[in-house]
């Protein structure tokens, strides 16, 4: 290899310093987290440090089930440390984020005074039965009573829950 391609292949984590934060445990191990707020990169250190400068990082992945998401995550390093920031079609979407909003929904609609027939209908227009909703729409009548039993809880207990994170 030559002089470039050698210092192409380190890793520098100054470069990063604004998304880093650090912790090394009894054994001296580092524990390095990556984070802009909106995603996360989690990378340990077996033998050596990140402290010291550059160094050409070596990346192990053990075991056949899980290594589908340890190579996204390496990916997602790789991509990181070359750029500089990770591009949104990169972050990982927050998969409870359209059951968070459902129940926000909810919860506004709670407030408002809104009934559970109400509710589905804003929740799931036309496929709400005109009448006898409640036994035409049972599959909705108990979405409905999850979702409020839900949002009720988090308006019994004011700035908590994954609303006010």
Do not use: C
């Not at 400068?53 to 990181?80: C, D, M, N, Y």
């Not at 990169?90 to 809104?114: H, K, T």
């Amino acid at each position: 290899m030559d002089e470039r391609s050698v210092a192409e292949d380190l890793f520098d984590i100054r470069a990063l310093a604004a998304f880093v934060s650090v912790e090394i445990d009894d054994n001296h191990a580092e524990h390095w987290l990556m984070s802009d707020g909106h995603w996360t990169i989690r990378l340990d250190l077996h033998d050596g440090t990140l402290l010291a400068g550059p160094i050409l990082v070596e990346h192990r992945v053990t075991g056949l089930e899980s290594a589908k998401s340890k190579l996204e995550a390496l990916r997602q390093f790789v991509v990181l440390a070359q750029r500089r920031n990770l591009p949104a079609s990169m972050m990982p979407r927050e998969r409870r984020a359209a059951q968070w909003i459902a129940e926000l929904r909810v919860g506004d609609a709670i407030l408002d005074g809104a009934g559970h027939q109400d509710i589905a209908r804003a929740l799931f227009g036309s496929s709400i039965a005109e009448r006898r909703w409640r036994i035409e729409n049972s599959s909705y009548r108990l979405r409905v009573q999850r979702l409020a039993r839900v949002a009720r809880e988090y308006l019994r207990q004011p700035l908590s829950g994954p609303w006010f994170l």
